[in-house]
Antibody, heavy 119, light 108 residues
Framework: EVQLVESGGGLVKPGGSLRLSCAAS????????MNWVRQAPGKGLEWVSS????????YYADSVKGRFTISRDNAKNSLYLQMNSLRAEDTAVYYC????????????WGQGTLVTVSS | AIRMTQSPSSFSASTGDRVTITCRAS??????LAWYQQKPGKAPKLLIY???TLQSGVPSRFSGSGSGTDFTLTISCLQSEDFATYYC??????????FGQGTKVEIK
């Protein structure tokens, strides 16, 4: 069974940093591109960042470019999102999501971790 | 970036109703469209990909159609567990991957 479990969320002050993790199991993690998608309270879904299976290709939304860094450790079956210079508008539930095999929609999602940026 | 627009944003329906949600892309995306269902406090769940292919395990009352710029998600006979918010997503041109703003289906 595919499982994605996020952790690392919490309350942080504006300008602060946070590192999110996503632990994957039930599939060959190293074979799949992975993504972070966020959802602000009461709002819709916003794609944040993507990383290919071997980390060769990395993409960011303009809203986080230069502040967030996506990475992965295939030996640990883990995905990460380093978030720096956090702003109030980064407050959201952050989901990790797997790319479908050979495609670019997202077939499995974690339960999410809440990041709150507030003074 | 390709903009995805869903309509309506919300509506009320009764169990047993046939409901249709529309998603329009700002430019042609062939059939590179997915639909997701999200219940309150839960992660999105993939329902349909390639505009009309049902994800494994999704009930057959869900169906998708369309290509190019106009797409629909239809629930043929609404069940109580279908009350949720639905999102479309294009994966034709990326980054960025873009979602519609969501359509909330509420109980009448």
């Amino acid at each position: 069974e595919v499982q994605l479990v996020e952790s690392g969320g919490g309350l942080v002050k504006p300008g602060g940093s946070l590192r999110l993790s996503c632990a994957a199991s039930g599939f060959t993690f190293s074979s799949y591109s992975m993504n972070w998608v966020r959802q602000a309270p009461g709002k819709g879904l916003e794609w944040v960042s993507s990383i290919s299976s071997s980390s060769s290709y990395i993409y960011y939304a303009d809203s986080v470019k230069g502040r967030f860094t996506i990475s992965r450790d295939n030996a640990k079956n883990s995905l990460y999102l380093q978030m720096n210079s956090l702003r109030a508008e980064d407050t959201a539930v952050y989901y990790c999501a797997r790319n479908a095999p050979g495609a670019n929609y997202f077939d499995y999602w974690g339960q999410g971790t809440l990041v709150t940026v507030s003074s | 970036a390709i903009r995805m627009t869903q309509s309506p944003s919300s509506f009320s329906a009764s169990t047993g109703d046939r409901v249709t949600i529309t998603c329009r892309a700002s430019q042609g995306i062939s059939s590179y469209l997915a639909w997701y269902q999200q219940k309150p406090g839960k992660a999105p769940k993939l329902l349909i990909y390639a505009a009309s292919t049902l994800q494994s395990g999704v009930p057959s009352r869900f169906s998708g159609s369309g290509s190019g710029t106009d797409f629909t998600l239809t629930i043929s006979c609404l069940q109580s567990e279908d009350f949720a918010t639905y999102y479309c997503q294009q994966y034709y041109s990326y980054p960025p991957w873009t979602f519609g703003q969501g359509t909330k289906v509420e109980i009448k």
